[in-house]
C-alpha cells in the first residue's frame, strides 16, 4: 500500500497591484518561487498554497500535515515583540503577518510540524516570545553580508550548528554553508532555543524543545546549497507524514 504524501501548507507572498498594468496585475496578488514547492514535492510531501485569510487558519490546520512559512522582502511589525521603535529599513505587510503568525500559534499549540524560512524563522521567534534585531548593520559588531553579493543559489557563509539540537541530528553536521539574504535576525528567542550561529554571532537557526518538529531557519534551504538542506524538508516530511 502507497503511503500517502503528507499535505503542507506553503505560505505566499503578497504585492500590490499595478494600476498602470506595467506590472503582473492591475490587482493585488500573490506570488512564490517555485523551488519552495519543488522542495516539498522532492522530499515526499504535497504542497498546497495557503491565502492571507486569517480567519480560515483554524480550517486549514485541521486539514495540513505541516506547515512551511516561507521568506520575502518584509519584516515583522516590531509591535508584535513589545517595541514602538521601528528601523527606517523596516518594511511591513501586516495581512501576510497577521495570517502567518496565527498559523504559526496555531500550528505551535497543536503540535503541527512547522518549518520557518527566513523571515518565516523571525515570525516564528515572534510567535514563541522573541525579539528580532531590526537592522543587523547597525547593531552587529563586525557583522558578515547577510544580504549576500552574490548569487542566491550559491552560499553566502557558514554556521555553527550547536551540538545536541534537532538541527544537529537532522543534518549529521557542525557546520554548513549556507546562502544568507536578510537584514534582520533573532535577538531573543523567547521559548525557542537557537541552534545554529554565524561567525559572526547572529544566531541562524531555531528550535522549540518538547514540540514534534518546530524548527527556523535563517538561510534558504529550498536552494539545496547542501545535503543538510534536502534533509531538513526530509525531516519535515517524515515529522508530518507520522501525525
Known amino acids: 500500500m502507497i503511503r500517502p504524501r503528507p499535505l503542507i501548507g506553503v505560505t505566499l507572498d503578497s504585492e500590490a497591484g499595478t494600476p498602470d498594468g506595467s506590472g503582473y496585475s492591475r490587482f493585488p496578488w500573490y506570488a512564490l518561487r517555485c523551488n519552495y514547492m519543488d522542495a516539498i514535492a522532492d522530499a515526499g510531501g504535497l504542497p498546497v498554497a495557503l491565502s492571507h485569510q486569517a480567519d480560515l487558519v483554524p480550517a486549514l490546520l485541521a486539514r495540513l500535515d505541516g506547515l512551511v512559512i516561507t521568506g520575502g522582502a518584509f519584516d515583522v511589525d516590531p509591535a508584535l515583540y513589545g517595541t514602538d521603535q521601528r528601523h527606517d529599513s523596516v518594511t511591513l505587510k501586516t495581512g501576510r503577518t497577521n495570517a502567518e503568525l496565527a498559523l504559526a500559534q496555531g500550528a505551535i499549540a497543536s503540535g503541527l510540524p512547522v518549518l520557518g524560512i527566513c523571515g518565516g524563522q523571525q515570525l516564528l521567534a515572534v510567535a514563541l516570545g522573541g525579539t528580532l534585531i531590526q537592522h543587523i548593520p547597525d547593531t552587529v559588531i563586525d557583522a558578515l553580508a547577510h544580504e549576500q553579493p552574490n548569487p542566491r543559489d550559491e552560499p553566502g557563509h557558514e554556521v555553527d550548528i550547536l551540538p545536541g539540537t534537532m538541527l544537529a541530528r537532522i543534518t549529521g553536521a557542525t557546520r554548513i554553508a549556507v546562502n ?8 531573543e528567542p523567547g521559548r525557542a532555543i537557537i541552534s545554529a550561529v554565524a561567525p559572526d554571532g547572529v544566531a541562524e537557526a531555531i528550535e ?23 534533509r531538513i524538508f526530509s525531516a519535515l516530511i517524515e515529522a508530518s507524514g507520522s501525525r
Open 180 to 187: 544568507s539574504a536578510h537584514h534582520q535576525a533573532v535577538r
Open 208 to 230: 522549540y524543545p518538547g514540540h514534534p518538529f518546530c524548527l527556523g531557519v535563517q538561510w534558504h534551504p529550498e536552494f539545496a546549497i547542501s545535503m543538510a538542506d534536502r
